[in-house]
């Protein structure tokens, strides 16, 4: 089993949309969590860090369920500029590996 | 410079032959980590280097991979005698640690694009 799994998409919704990923994790050691946002041929950019109690950056909401292991991220009121691949990470804190989903693509349209 | 630098940019080589990736962290980094992406892949662990412990190297897929880094900076990713399936991204991140583990945000290279003939 993976270490982490995502649904890998492709969302197509119209702009305005809330849209939500989920990601699962297998290892219930792990510690740290975190959505990267990685646009077409570039590199991976940190987008939010998942804090337990769940937090907000504008439009973008993380939840963190350590009991079902999973993470959520939603996008609120999407914009065009929203379109990219959203890689789910985790690492497990002890170690210094951080294992990388294989990214949801999110397309917005007008 | 301000953020993570990788050379060549852009690698196309022939079956066979070594090749050379650098990467050169955030100063103060002393995490520095090597992943690949192949298309439409997610990221494959490569190696981890942590100040001066030894590296992390369990995800070297084979014995032709090797990677140093000198004088806790610059790092360099070798492929020898290169195989069709080596074709991908390969990225270089680093990152701050703290009681030697790796706090928070990994930054990102641009990344070295290889094709292998």
């Known amino acids: 089993r993976k270490e982490v799994e995502q649904d890998p998409g492709p969302f197509n919704v119209p702009e305005g949309a809330t849209v939500a990923f989920n990601c699962t994790y297998s290892?219930?050691?792990?510690?740290?969590f975190f959505w990267y946002r990685q646009d077409c041929r570039k590199e991976p950019k940190l987008l939010m860090s998942?804090?337990?109690s769940g937090n907000e950056d504008g439009r973008f909401t993380a939840q963190l369920n350590r009991a079902s292991q999973y993470i959520s991220l939603l996008i609120r009121d999407s914009k065009l500029s929203d379109s990219a691949t959203y890689l789910c990470?985790?690492?497990?804190?002890?170690?210094?590996?951080?294992?990388f989903g294989t990214g949801t693509s999110l397309t917005v349209i007008p | 410079g301000a953020g993570v630098s990788q050379s060549p940019s852009n690698k196309v080589t022939e079956k066979g032959k070594d090749v050379e990736l650098r990467c050169d962290p955030i100063?103060?980094?002393?995490?520095l980590y090597w992943y690949r992406q192949s298309l439409g892949q997610g990221l494959e662990f490569l190696i981890y280097f942590q100040g001066n412990s030894a590296p992390d190297k369990s995800g070297l897929p084979s014995d032709r991979f090797s990677a140093e880094r000198t004088g806790g900076s610059v790092s360099t990713l070798t492929i020898q005698r290169t195989q069709q399936e080596d074709s991908a991204v390969y990225l270089c991140?680093?990152?701050?640690?703290?009681?030697?583990?790796?706090?928070?945000?990994?930054?990102f290279g641009e990344g070295s694009r290889l094709t292998v003939l």
């Open positions: 991140a680093s990152s701050s640690t703290r009681g030697g583990v790796t706090a928070g945000e990994l930054f």
């Open positions: 290892n219930s050691a792990s510690q740290s």
């Open positions: 998942v804090y337990s």
């Open positions: 990470v985790v690492n497990r804190g002890t170690g210094n590996q951080f294992y």
């Open positions: 100063s103060g980094h002393t995490a």
